[in-house]
């Protein structure tokens, strides 16, 4: 009994503080500026060719409820949530079946978003499930739900909701697949169009009939369930003949998205516009993204990627200017909106090499130049030691030269390289080509065991494509009101910080990362894309027990790909498939119908034929002969026997 009145009196103090809690809350809310709605976040995002690529809440075709079909606006909620006009933002019943459904099932197979809720969250145009945004958006569902009328809120909603194909708002969306107004669309054209925004990718009529198909008996089902139409209306909805107006759009793609929040995070990161202006005005952001780029990205990532649970992260930086040019934070923004192109930071691996070898080669080691690939124990002081291997326990047993250690990737090698020069050699290059992440000058570094920022590592390999000249990689080149004034623009930051000879040197030793003709006790790490390649490349490969890297440049274009799980887990050994495949597929498509360069050799570089098993000069009895790059004056001299 005792134990019952403590119960019940826990409960009414908690119901009590719960209630003043909110009373605060409603009196908090009701202070504060009433939020525009049709103003809020209203952004449009150009690309390259200032054509629209993203219109945030921004449209001009904002039709008003009364002018949307009561068949879309039925279907809608009643696929979306069917107690919109009975609850107060948040939907407990759905919650805590959702909650139940997502345990029962072991994973998300259920959401609990209200139509406020989805409305919130494309007013922040910001999708990263983690419980800052949640907060945020909680919150902003709680105000407009105090300070609006329902309708109010049901139409901002479907004046901004996505619906495919870069679509936002519904009577965008009947123009776009039926070539109609919103308020003229019949319940066949509205159930098809109210399933697309569960999942635009997959649910667009233009990019897959099917499954739009599927969707929409789904929907004209659960309209029958909801009493909104009869069986017989569904029948007759659902085999009725449709006419899609819209062609395929070039914007369909699983990764553009990515861009668009990547711009957004610059946006925030700039800050030169103060945020309450950006949440109550229209602004114009212009960008660097080339959409055929992106698009032969995206498509690279959906051939190599269908059927994996891998994740992938991919940036494209043009070189001698910084413009990012194409971005993937993820193989598809409808399944997992986190930007590890952004937010992540992964171990390099071998990626680490090249800055590596530039260092070497500006402080006295060339081409030619030896040590002995053997499995090694390395005394660091009297209390340490370090053993690295590498791959597949694979050594020559012999003194090899850079030549052959830059396509084997290997790891012997690097570390007596790393060591040989002086630990803080290879620290002081990372820094001076603007890796802002802490690395930690150990044995170790040159096997990329430092945890980096995706976008400042790929810089750092556009700096040496650019011949040495460091540009701040960014995406955004200038904002301009709805008045077109003015708001910021970037300005160009370059500086001269790497040799070119050098440079040079280097790139070249790395487009022999798939040169067959270097086979001998092992093989270059980029061969199997060897078939796929008709031009040439600088390009390195780097992975570790959770991560595998692909990274690689011409004179024009560098692109880096990542490949693993956000969780860590551990890659298979094949893995490393995908990262070669995505980057080659991606650099050889995008330069189809464009001139893919090369360098033009400095006038203190000259060429040597030589022996590139031992670095030697060739002669008549060598086996194997390449021309390779050195710095005047320091030409191997010792010729092959």
């Known amino acids: 009994m005792k134990k019952n009145k403590f119960l019940l009196k826990l409960f009414i103090i908690n119901m009590f503080l719960l209630c003043i809690f909110f009373s605060l809350l409603y009196i908090y809310v009701k ?82 978003s209200t139509i406020t809720q989805q409305y919130a969250r494309n007013l922040y145009l910001s999708f990263d499930r983690n419980f800052n945004r949640k907060i945020k958006e909680a919150f902003l569902a709680f105000k407009m739900e105090i300070n609006y009328q329902k309708n109010d809120i049901l139409e901002g909603y479907l004046n901004t909701i996505n619906y495919g194909n870069g679509i936002f708002g519904i009577q965008n969306a009947a123009k776009y697949y039926f070539n109609k107004d919103a308020k003229d669309l019949n319940l066949a054209e509205s159930s098809m169009l109210a399933g697309i925004p569960g999942y635009p990718q997959e649910y667009s009529p233009i990019n897959n009939l099917k499954n739009a198909k599927k969707r929409q008996k789904l929907i004209l089902n659960t309209m029958v369930k909801n009493k909104y139409i009869t069986k017989d209306e569904a029948n007759l909805a659902y085999n009725a003949k449709l006419i899609l107006y819209g062609k395929k759009d070039k914007l369909n793609l699983t990764t553009l998205m990515y861009y668009k929040d990547a711009v957004m995070n610059e946006l925030n990161d700039l800050n030169v516009i103060p945020k309450d202006y950006i949440e109550n005005n229209n602004i114009k952001i212009y960008t660097n993204l080339d959409l055929d780029a992106q698009k032969k990205l995206d498509e690279a990532i959906n051939i190599n990627m269908n059927n994996t649970t891998l994740e992938v992260s991919s940036v494209m930086i043009e070189n001698y200017t910084g413009k990012i040019i194409a971005l993937a934070g993820g193989k598809d923004y409808e399944n997992s909106q986190f930007n590890r ?148 623009k970037h300005n160009d930051y370059k500086e001269k910080i790497l040799n070119i000879n050098y440079t040079y ?35 390195k490969t780097g992975s570790t027990n959770t991560d595998s890297w692909t990274i690689g440049y011409n004179k024009n274009t560098t692109l880096g790909v990542w490949i693993g799980y ?29 001139d893919s360069l090369w360098y033009e050799k400095p006038k203190d570089v000259v060429p040597v034929l030589v022996n590139p098993i031992n670095g030697k000069i060739a002669t008549g009895k060598s086996n194997k002969k390449k021309i390779v790059y050195y710095l005047k004056g320091t030409e191997p001299e010792e010729y092959d026997k």
């Open 31 to 112: 202070s504060t500026p009433k939020l525009d709605l049709k103003k809020t976040n209203n952004i449009i995002i150009y690309d390259k060719n200032n054509k629209p690529f993203f219109k945030g809440n921004g449209s001009k075709e904002w039709v008003e409820l009364k002018n949307i079909s009561n068949n879309l606006i039925d279907a809608t909620i009643s696929t979306e949530d069917k107690r919109f006009y009975s609850h107060n933002g948040f939907d407990y019943i759905r919650i805590i079946k959702s909650i139940f459904n997502n345990i029962k099932n072991k994973s998300i197979v259920e959401g609990g």
């Open 566 to 594: 956000d969780n860590n887990k551990k890659l298979d050994k094949s893995d490393s498939k995908y990262s070669k495949n995505i980057w080659a597929d991606t650099m050889e498509n995008y330069f189809r119908n464009k």
């Open 341 to 488: 192109a952004v937010l992540s930071k992964r171990q390099v691996g071998s990626t680490m090499k090249p800055l590596l070898y530039y260092t070497a080669l500006e402080n006295g080691l060339t081409p030619s130049s030896t040590f002995s690939s053997e499995n090694t124990n390395f005394n660091i002081n009297e209390s340490e030691t370090y053993s690295p291997h590498n791959y597949a326990n694979m050594y020559a047993n012999r003194q090899i030269p850079m030549i052959l250690a830059i396509p084997y990737s290997d790891n012997i090698y690097a570390v007596k390289t790393h060591l040989f020069i002086g630990k803080n050699m290879l620290v002081n290059t990372a820094k001076k080509l603007g890796i802002k992440d802490d690395i930690k000058n150990n044995a170790s570094l040159p096997l990329g065991t430092s945890e980096l920022k995706m976008i400042d590592f790929i810089n750092a390999y556009s700096t040496i494509a650019s011949e040495g000249i460091y540009s701040s990689p960014y995406l955004i080149r200038k904002i301009k009101d709805k008045n077109n004034k003015n708001l910021y």
């Open 505 to 539: 040197i280097l790139s070249e030793l790395l487009s022999n990362c798939y040169d067959s003709t270097l086979i001998d006790y092992s093989a270059p790490t980029c061969l199997s894309i060897r078939p796929k390649l008709t031009n040439k490349y600088a390009i």
